[in-house]
């Protein structure tokens, strides 16, 4: 109840009023709307011809650049033409076709296609700063390749403003619940992991003395035109 008041209706305490709930035997019915979903599965068998080109691209753009002692890392040039890997991006884009579709959007007129895929080295204190994806990017994900001990955590972000605003704090330490804001994975080799472009993400200071190694890809989504019939031989 409010806090204890005299006679008179004069509130005698000076700290600020609050209401205590008391928990009676309803049975609420809950709704949990908006979701906002993270995928992942374990396929190593992508992770020889992807690590070999992604090696590849390093390598070139290492040529180029020098390592930044203050954001040491290497980000090469897009690689998804490479027919080595064109397993490896067919999968990709049909699984990001599947999971918009199941998210409930009208994919039977529309195909996904990649538009950016390209390696990230890490060194010693590397990291990637919060963001999110956009210029037309529907599906962000990521592929790991290398992830020695103690290398960057994947930390995906709550995207609601009006949520970040208003917290004070999770009682729910080893636990996911409505309160939890940031959700943190730990990488490791073969592990492949899909989310909306909307929901920002982040990777953590690598601690590790080794590079961690990763490749990061965004799909579009555009109108599909079946191809024409055969022209008939007459």
């Not at 965004?218 to 019939?229: Q, T």
Request: glycine content about 4%.
């Amino acid at each position: 109840g409010i806090r204890d008041r005299d006679v008179t209706g004069v509130q005698t305490c000076a700290l600020p009023i609050f209401i205590e709930w008391k928990i009676m035997s309803d049975t609420w019915n809950q709704f949990d709307y908006f979701p906002s979903s993270v995928y992942t599965l374990s396929k190593p068998e992508f992770l020889d011809s992807v690590e070999k080109v992604a090696k590849v691209y390093l390598t070139n753009i290492k040529k180029e650049v020098e390592l930044d002692k203050i954001y040491p890392i290497y980000q090469s040039y897009g690689f998804s033409q490479e027919e080595s890997i064109s397993d490896f991006v067919s999968y990709v884009a049909q699984t990001s076709w599947n999971i918009l579709s199941s998210q409930g959007f009208d994919m039977s007129s529309k195909e996904t296609f990649i538009t950016e895929m390209w390696a990230h080295e890490y060194y010693k204190y590397g990291s990637m700063d919060y963001h999110s994806h956009s210029m037309g990017s529907q599906i962000t994900g990521f592929y790991i390749l290398k992830a020695p001990k103690d290398c960057s955590r994947i930390i995906i972000y709550d995207p609601r403003p009006g949520k970040i605003q208003m917290n004070f704090g999770s009682n729910m330490r080893d636990q996911i619940h409505n309160s939890t804001d940031i959700i943190n994975f730990e990488p490791e080799p073969g592990l492949l992991m899909f989310t909306n472009s909307w929901l920002p993400h982040a990777f953590s200071r690598n601690r590790s003395d080794q590079p961690f190694t990763f490749m990061h890809f965004n799909i579009g989504v555009r109108d599909y035109y079946p191809p024409p019939p055969p022209a008939e031989v007459i």
